[in-house]
Nanobody
Framework: QVTLVESGGGLVQAGGSLRLSCRGS????????MSWYRQTPGKLHEFVAT???????AYGDSVKGRFTISRDNAENTVYLQMNSLKPDDTSVYYC???????WGQGTQVTVSS
């Protein structure tokens, strides 16, 4: 059974930083494209970042230059480093292995102004 478990969300002031983690079990993350999405109530899922099995990365326009996706193969974990956070970044963040149609349960990020 493939599972993804996110952690690291919380409450932070605008301008602050958080690092989200996504740990996989039943899946070798380094062999898969891994992505982060976010969803705010009343809005569609928004693409945040992705890292391919070749370590190529891509980012959504709203987070480019502020967020960094990375992977620790030894820990079978994908990270999302979020800097210069804004209130508009408030959302539930989900880790996903899109090609396997597998999602984590989400972690709440709240940025206060």
């Amino acid at each position: 059974q493939v599972t993804l478990v996110e952690s690291g969300g919380g409450l932070v002031q605008a301008g602050g930083s958080l690092r989200l983690s996504c740990r996989g079990s039943g899946i070798i993350l380094s062999l898969n494209t891994m992505s982060w999405y976010r969803q705010t109530p009343g809005k569609l899922h928004e693409f945040v970042a992705t890292i391919t099995n070749g370590d190529g990365t891509a980012y959504g326009d709203s987070v480019k230059g502020r967020f960094t996706i990375s992977r620790d193969n030894a820990e079978n974990t994908v990270y999302l480093q979020m800097n210069s956070l804004k209130p508009d970044d408030t959302s539930v963040y989900y880790c996903a292995a899109p090609e396997l149609q597998t999602w984590g349960q989400g972690t709440q990020v709240t940025v206060s102004s």
